[in-house]
């Protein structure tokens, strides 16, 4: 037996039969942290109606003095093996005398509880930021209430195969009384999150378990269409356009594109970030996605922007660049503006041109975020490696820039003239 069930002074296993009833089950003493003597049971297989003599109805038959009648010597050795069995579990296995069970392996676990596990794993590893922990666990709480609702609470890890994702996914688009369709955004958030635990328990703990996510891959139809990147020449005309609605709007547009950075971010830059001498902002780890400190230089375009409102404006170190004050957006104020702002004051000028078939640049297919689509694809079409690239957007990995440069076309290359020898 383990060191730590003898300190906890796990009783004999043993064999309780009840006379009356024909119930046989293996079972041992032990006593909780609040002094309490239980019992440990098991009796899986033991009572199956082969093990018991039965009259024509079906019910167990008894002697003249009530005891049931049963079938001892198959019994007595499936008895004897499942007392080994916890014997070794003993031996082998660290039992909770609060919980009443053994600590089970990983595998054994519930897909929620190891769910929160890798949420921990990735704040502790600091690989991401607040922002998206949040939405990890928000992730879980909605995949936990989706099982609550089909009686799947609690369901293990190896229990739950494709099956359950794809009605999951389903679940997603369906409409309810209580419960409109999310978006293929939503869905494919999800496909990734999904993807990377299954990927955490396959490569870092090392669990033999089947890859459902192997089935899933994220949605292609609107890959190629939303966040649509604008041509280089109708830059200035797109942002003239969004400037003459809302000019810092307008200025949101030429800093998401000269930086490579999503609005979230952008709205989280103070003034002591930005450093005009050596014409760099910098980015701290906690304000962006991956966790990891970004430095840029400073666009011709920004630099002007900035050096014009900071030369006849007095402004704060901790003051937001896309600030608010009296609740109205401004360059450098002491409140942070919301991200959604910018979005939304994007979408319903879309929707005012394109409803009312005004001339404009603004695509059906566009959106605030095509702006990171559009300075990436430019940076492209200019030579710069996706090495390059990354260190500015701030990716890990070149393959995440697959989705960002989808307008980008390679040009074909011709071999240079070989050299010539004498």
């Known amino acids: 037996m383990r060191v730590e069930n003898i300190e906890n002074k796990i009783g004999k296993v043993f064999i309780n039969k009840e006379k009356t009833t024909g119930i046989w089950k293996v079972s041992f003493k032990y006593t909780n942290t609040k002094g309490k003597i239980k019992r440990y049971y098991d009796s899986e297989g033991l009572n199956d109606s082969k093990f018991f003599q039965l009259d024509l109805q079906g019910k167990k038959k008894v002697n003249a003095t009530g005891v049931v009648l049963k079938n001892i010597k198959e019994r007595e050795a499936l008895a004897k093996r499942r007392i080994e069995l916890i014997q070794q579990d003993l031996t082998t296995d660290i039992f909770d005398i609060n919980k009443g069970c053994f600590f089970v392996g990983e595998k054994d676990k519930s897909i929620i509880e190891l769910m929160r596990d890798f949420i921990q794993f990735k704040e502790n590893e600091n690989t991401v930021n607040a922002k998206s922990i949040l939405q990890y666990t928000s992730k879980v709480n909605g995949f936990e209430n989706w099982l609550e609702l089909n009686n799947l609470e ?29 978006s293929k955004k939503y869905r494919d958030d999800y496909n990734r999150f999904f993807v990377g635990f299954y990927n955490h328990l396959i490569n870092f703990k090392d669990l033999d378990i089947i890859n459902p996510m192997k089935t899933f891959k994220n949605i292609d139809v609107g890959k190629t269409q939303i966040h649509k990147a604008t041509n280089v020449e109708d830059l200035e005309a797109l942002v003239n356009e969004l400037k003459a609605s809302n000019y810092y709007l307008g200025v949101m547009y030429q800093f998401i594109f000269f930086t490579l950075n999503r609005v979230e971010t952008l709205v989280q830059i103070k003034r002591e970030f930005i450093d005009l001498e050596r014409n760099l902002i ?69 929707k005012t041109k394109l409803k009312a078939n005004i001339p404009t640049l603004i695509h059906a297919n566009t959106t605030l975020y095509s702006a990171k689509h559009s300075g990436i694809k430019f940076l492209m079409d200019n030579g710069f490696s996706a090495n390059q690239i990354i260190s500015i957007t701030g990716h890990r990995d070149v393959k995440q820039l697959g989705t960002y440069a989808k307008d980008y076309k390679a040009k074909k290359i011709e071999f240079p003239p070989l050299p010539v020898f004498k």
Do not use: C, M, W
């Not at 409409?175 to 999310?182: A, D, G, L, Q, R």
């Not at 900035?306 to 609740?327: C, E, H, K, M, W």
């Open 154 to 182: 609690g369901i293990e890890l190896t229990k739950v195969d494709k099956f359950h994702i794809s009605d999951f996914y389903t679940y997603l688009f369906s409409t309810t009384e209580n419960k409109k369709p999310f």
């Open 282 to 350: 910098y980015l701290p780890a906690s304000i962006i996605k991956n966790n990891e400190e970004v430095t840029i230089t400073i666009a011709p375009h920004l630099r002007q922007i900035l050096i014009d409102y900071l030369d006849s404006n007095n402004v704060l170190p901790t003051d937001f660049l896309f600030g608010r004050v009296d609740g109205k957006i401004q360059l450098f104020g002491s409140v942070q503006s919301r991200a959604n702002t910018f979005s939304a004051l994007f979408s319903n000028l879309k």
